[in-house]
C-alpha cells in the first residue's frame, strides 16, 4: 500500500554523520571513566539522542562528571564540519516528490544540528520544509513519541506512514507508533539480524527504496 506520508531520520539516512560522531562519543566517554570501543558506540549508541545516552550510562551507577548533550551541542560545528549525503537519497526524493508523497524529517538530533548538516551536504532545500526533533517529545527513541509527533503534524494517521531508518532504536520506535519501517543497512556497521528481528524491512542500497516504498 502506498504512504501517505514518509518520515526519514536523518543521520545515517540523509547524512553520512555516523563515523564522525561515535569517535568522538566513544572519545568522551572514555574520557568521563565509562571506556567504551567505537565498534560498541555503533552498535549501542547509533540513532539514540545524547540525552538517551547519558540516561542509559547513569542507570548502569555510573556518572560522567559533564552533561554530555551541552557539550555535544556546544561542539557540533568543530564535530560535523565536514559530511557528506547519504549515497542516492536524492533519488529517492525525486521519486517521492513525482509521485505526489510527501515526506518529513524525525531525528533524535536537535534541530540546529539538522540545520548544521543538511545545509552543509546541500540536503536542506529537500528537508528544510518539516524538520521534527526528539527535542520537541517527552521520550526518544526507541519509544513511539517523535514519530507520531512527526505525523500529528504532518496531519497524517500512523497506519498511513512509512519510516525510513537505520538503527535499531529509530526501527523499534517507528513498530511501536504502527508503521511500517524500512531499515538501511547499507553501512558496514549495520546489524542486519537486529534491523529485521525489530520489524524492519531491510535494505542495502537507496537506489531500491522508491520500489519498497511505492510497491
Known amino acids: 500500500m502506498r504512504p501517505g506520508l514518509v518520515i526519514f531520520d536523518c543521520d545515517g539516512i540523509l547524512v553520512d554523520t555516523e563515523e564522525t560522531a561515535n569517535r568522538v562519543l566513544c572519545a568522551w ?22 540525552v538517551s545516552v547519558q540516561q542509559r550510562i547513569e ?13 555535544w551541542y ?15 537519497i536524492e ?21 540546529d ?18 524538520l521534527y526533533s526528539a527535542t520537541m517529545v517527552e521520550r526518544g527513541k526507541p519509544f513511539p513519541d517523535l514519530f507520531l509527533h512527526a505525523a500529528k503534524e504532518m496531519g497524517f494517521d500512523p497506519a498511513d506512514c512509512v519510516v525510513i531508518e ?14 511500517r519501517v524500512f531499515s538501511y543497512a547499507g ?17 542495502d542500497d537507496m537506489r531500491d527504496l522508491p520500489d519498497l516504498i511505492l510497491s
Open 166 to 179: 537505520d538503527s535499531v532504536p529509530g526501527t523499534e520506535a517507528g513498530i511501536a507508533a504502527g508503521m
Open 29 to 50: 566517554l572514555t574520557e568521563g571513566g565509562y571506556p567504551v570501543s567505537y565498534e560498541e558506540c555503533r552498535r549501542v549508541f547509533s540513532g539514540t539522542s545524547m
Open 187 to 203: 553501512d558496514p556497521f549495520s546489524d542486519r539480524a537486529a534491523l529485521s528481528a525489530a520489524g524492519g524491512t531491510v535494505f
Open 113 to 130: 544540528k539538522m540545520h548544521l548538516t543538511l545545509g552543509a551536504t546541500g540536503l536542506m532545500s529537500h528537508f528544510g520544509h518539516a
Open 74 to 88: 556546544a561542539s557540533i560545528d568543530t564535530i560535523f564540519s565536514t559530511v557528506t549525503a547519504v549515497p542516492h
Open 59 to 71: 542507570a548502569n551507577g555510573h556518572r560522567l562528571g559533564f552533561d554530555l548533550a551541552d557539550r
Open 91 to 111: 533519488t529517492v526524493v525525486e521519486a517521492l516528490r513525482e509521485a505526489g508523497i510527501p515526506w518529513c524529517v524525525a531525528s533524535s538530533a536537535r534541530v
